[in-house]
Nanobody, 122 residues
Framework: VQLQASGGGLVQPGGSLRLSCVASGRTINNYNMGWFRQAPGKEREFVGV????????DYADSVKGRFTISRDNAKNMLYLQMNSLKPEDTAIYYC????????????????WGQGTLVTVSS
């Protein structure tokens, strides 16, 4: 499955952005889907994940209550709604997919998108 993330940009602290990830090649129905990010000079880190059956979601503590992950299997899309953005949210955001939830949650997904840059700055 091929993944392509979009929706990044420059936003002021406290603002909102919605990232999208479109999948092609295969339906995402059989994949757990997630978002990860990598800030300048730092390692890639987990942001959020949603299970293939859309029942389980999990978030990094740093984004809980501010970010919401969702999926639309009919459209083969994954989303990340980001509210109350902070400068420390600045990073390249990647979408990822894997049939095994634990692998994806650990950052070992089989499929990765190319990333979209989010910059939070005044």
């Amino acid at each position: 499955v091929q993944l392509q993330a979009s929706g990044g940009g420059l936003v002021q602290p406290g603002g909102s952005l919605r990232l999208s990830c479109v999948a092609s090649g295969r339906t995402i129905n059989n994949y757990n889907m997630g978002w990860f990010r990598q800030a300048p000079g730092k390692e890639r880190e987990f942001v959020g994940v949603v299970s293939k059956n859309d029942i389980i979601t999990d978030y990094a503590d740093s984004v809980k209550g501010r970010f919401t992950i969702s999926r639309d299997n009919a459209k083969n899309m994954l989303y990340l709604q980001m509210n109350s953005l902070k400068p420390e949210d600045t990073a390249i955001y990647y979408c990822a997919a894997d049939t095994i939830y634990s692998s994806l949650r650990a950052g070992r997904g089989d499929y990765w998108g190319q990333g979209t840059l989010v910059t939070v700055s005044s």
